[in-house]
């Protein structure tokens, strides 16, 4: 007779759970929050700011 076998000596690792914290006190952030929602100017792709950042690192290396 066949017998579905699981892997009983396989481990599983708990999950983690990053926290990100900052230094920002609750009007501080509320004030953030207002800026962003009522922003009116462009905003820019995450290809612009990688773009400049290399531009950036290949001044740095010259």
Known sequence: MLKNKKNPTKKTAPKM?????????????????????NHQGPYMTLAEVLAIEKAKQAQLTQ
Do not use: P, Q, R, Y
Not at 17 to 27: E, L, P, S
């Open 17 to 37: 759970i990053a926290v990100i914290k900052n230094g920002h006190t609750d009007a501080e952030l509320d004030d953030m929050e207002e800026s962003w929602a």
